[in-house]
């Protein structure tokens, strides 16, 4: 949900993209912020100065992009003045790679995020190259409120106060110019709610996903119940095209006691090129729903060969509840000892059981019938519950053929252990 427009003038030379960071467990390319560190002094100044009548304050949308990072799009503030040579976007999407402990930062959610101040051809050159529209909405704000959300604004892009702790739903690039211009505005400022209130935050991160649909399934998986509260319209601004809606019909009192449009103007600063959709059998082809679909089949093969022989095969039952357990205890270490925010009491831990490593090779080397039975219908409840919680809140996305597998290899280890009349042999066919 973060720009990837700052700094791209040497990416032509460079041949790579540089990015800021775009959202919840997505990288980009930092060496924006170690240039930000040496432009800083020469774009930002220690005190606000005085606006002249002349100045625009605009809050700019920037579209969603092709890559993961941009597919929430990016929402920032410029304030502009053309009489005192004032161009500056306030852009809340930018962290320093050079933290230390990066990697272990960026995991655990604790890696602070920097507010960054660059100029408007910047911002336009950058979504010229990722072929991003964008979009201004100039603030109907009076001399004085303008003057307090540059002042605001300048204020929170001191060295000392730029850093904060980013969180995907509720503090990021969209909710906290929304939150700066609120301030501004004091008790002036009226939203109009008209964003649907009736759709949980993970509905809405769902509609930016579905060219994604990898990240769409890992990121289902990774967040938890949180993500299933309903959002008012308030919440549901944590995404920028929200942000724009809400503000295009805005209200601000007026000292005489009316009321006035918060937006006096929108207009396209740079308008995408439509460009032609790719491949859609190629694209299915390398989605969830058919490397795992292809499993399933494979797995079925391989488990009626294994009926015929009278063998239960646990080769292949500790690669897929390993495999499913290692992602389990992935999640766990998100719910425990990170903080997003949004990966607790994650319902997921009952598809990805973490106590697969180590109980199914426990299990299926010396375990009795009985344990195996009991470990095996435990596991097909875990699952049949978790597809039942996917399915009331609506995001069965790419795992649903993983999920049959796992379902149907329990549901014959179980099966194949209770018509045992004898030890098992455990063939390693």
Same mark, same amino acid.
């Given at each position: ?282 694209? !299915? #082809?390398?989605?969830?729903? $058919?490397?795992?679909?292809? *499993? &399933?089949?494979?797995? @079925?093969?391989?488990? +009626? ?89 609506? !995001? #069965?996305?790419?795992?649903? $053929?993983?999920?049959?597998? *796992? &379902?149907?290899?329990? @549901?014959?280890?179980? +099966? ?14």
């Amino acid at each position: 949900m973060k720009s990837s427009l700052l700094f791209r003038g040497n990416k032509e030379k460079k041949g790579k993209k540089k990015r800021t960071k775009g959202g919840i467990f997505s990288f980009q390319g930092a060496i924006f912020t170690v240039f930000l560190s040496f432009l800083s002094p020469f774009l930002h100044s220690s005190f606000s100065q005085t606006l002249s009548p002349q100045s625009k304050a605009s809050l700019i949308t920037v579209a969603p992009g092709d890559d993961l990072y941009s597919s929430f799009g990016h929402t920032a503030i410029w304030i502009s003045d053309p009489l005192y040579g004032i161009d500056r976007v306030y852009n809340y999407g930018t962290f320093d790679f050079r933290t230390g402990n990066f990697y272990i930062k960026f995991l655990r959610g604790t890696l602070p995020y920097i507010l960054s101040v660059y100029e408007m051809p910047r911002m336009v050159y950058g979504s010229q190259l990722e072929n991003r529209s964008v979009k201004e909405q100039v603030l109907n704000l009076s001399a004085a409120q303008r003057q307090r959300l540059f002042t605001l604004l300048e204020t929170n892009a001191l060295p000392e106060n730029r850093e904060y702790r980013y969180k995907f739903y509720y503090d990021n690039c969209a909710t906290r110019p929304r939150d700066m211009i609120a301030r501004a505005c004091a008790d002036s400022l009226r939203f109009p709610n008209v964003v649907d209130s009736t759709r949980s935050y993970r509905d809405w991160m769902n509609d930016y996903l579905t060219r994604q649909p990898w990240a769409r399934m890992g990121m289902n998986l990774g967040i938890g119940y949180p993500a299933d509260e309903k959002t008012s319209s308030w919440e549901a601004m944590y995404l920028p095209d929200n942000v724009f809606i809400e503000a295009e019909r805005a209200q601000l009192k007026t000292a005489d006691g009316g009321t006035t449009p918060l937006v006096s103007s929108s207009q396209f600063l740079f308008r995408a090129v439509t460009v032609e959709e790719s491949n859609a059998f190629l694209t !299915y #082809l390398l989605s969830p729903d $058919f490397v795992f679909a292809a *499993l &399933l089949v494979v797995v @079925f093969l391989i488990t +009626r060969r294994q009926q015929k022989q009278q063998s239960r095969g646990v080769w292949l039952d500790r690669w897929l509840f390993g495999f499913s357990g290692v992602w389990g205890w992935f999640l766990v270490f998100l719910w425990f000892f990170t903080d997003h925010g949004v990966t607790t009491w994650n319902p997921a831990v009952l598809f990805l059981m973490p106590l697969h490593v180590p109980l199914v090779f426990w299990v299926t080397g010396r375990g009795s019938r009985q344990a195996i039975r009991t470990y095996f219908l435990l596991t097909m409840i875990g699952l049949v519950a978790f597809f039942l919680y996917a399915f009331a809140q609506d !995001y #069965l996305y790419g795992f649903n $053929f993983f999920l049959l597998t *796992l &379902l149907y290899r329990a @549901f014959y280890q179980y +099966r194949f252990a209770a018509t045992q009349t004898e030890q098992p042999t455990y063939a390693q066919s």
